[in-house]
């Protein structure tokens, strides 16, 4: 069975710097992995999805990258703006069997201080 | 506007008493899903459907009824509610090549159901 873990569960940093969210999963047998932002009370915000034959996905200030043989991704968010403060969720969908379901991870909550 | 449309957005209801929620989205996506979100847990997958007529369990289907009669529709079930079922629940959808996840997955506001 797919787990997907996300750490630190919870992150606090000041204005400006850079940093990274770190996913892993257990199941390699993955098509694909996603990047979700979640604001308190709210849906989540797809940010990022990176295929199986892809090593990595940029948008702006972000940047998702996908190991597959080490189970892992990153989110690196560049120059980091209170703004970006919100729980950011990874998900992987499964290719095993005809199972496709998605499994997520349980978040890293992000506080970025002005 | 593309959106993932869910109703209703908060409901007080009773063991026992079935419910629906609906889930509506207007881009033509093939693949539907719906989630709950709770404490702790995290979020898990319910059930989804890969096109219309095909549904398949998530991870925690026990207690839930869906259908897909149409490709824009993907109403979530409750026959009997139990208190264990008191959660926020999301539903979400893609498009899809064959099996994959070909674009980015689009969520819904949200339901908060609590079951007395």
């Known amino acids: 069975k797919q787990e997907v873990t996300q750490i630190p569960a919870a992150l606090s940093v000041p204005e400006g710097e850079n940093l990274v969210l770190n996913c892993s999963f257990t199941?390699?047998?993955?098509?694909?992995l996603q990047w979700f932002r979640q604001d308190p009370g709210k849906g989540l915000t797809s940010l990022l999805l990176?295929?199986?034959?892809?090593r990595e996905q940029t948008s702006g200030r972000l940047n998702a990258s996908l190991d597959k043989s080490s189970g892992r991704s990153t989110l690196y968010i560049a120059a980091s703006q209170p703004g970006d403060s919100a729980t950011y969720l990874c998900?992987?969908?499964?290719?095993?069997?005809?199972?496709?379901?998605?499994?997520f991870g349980k978040g890293t909550l992000l506080t970025v201080n002005p | 506007e593309a959106q993932v449309t869910q109703n209703p957005r908060y409901l007080i209801t009773v063991t026992g008493k079935k419910l629906t929620v609906t889930c509506s989205q207007n881009m033509n996506h093939e693949y539907m899903s719906w989630y709950r979100q709770d404490p702790g847990l995290g979020l898990r997958q319910i059930y989804y459907s890969m096109n219309v007529e095909v549904t398949d369990k998530g991870d925690v289907p026990e207690g839930y009824k869906v259908s897909r009669k149409e490709k824009r529709n993907f109403p979530l079930i409750l026959e009997s509610p139990s208190p264990n079922q008191t959660s926020l629940y999301f539903c979400?959808?893609?498009?899809?090549?064959?099996?994959?996840?070909?674009?980015?997955?689009?969520f819904g506001e949200g339901s908060r159901l609590t079951v007395l």
């Open positions: 199941d390699s047998a993955i098509y694909n």
């Open positions: 979400a959808s893609s498009h899809t090549g064959g099996p994959v996840l070909t674009g980015e997955l689009f």
């Open positions: 990176i295929q199986s034959s892809q």
């Open positions: 998900a992987a969908q499964n290719s095993g069997g005809s199972n496709y379901k998605l499994t």
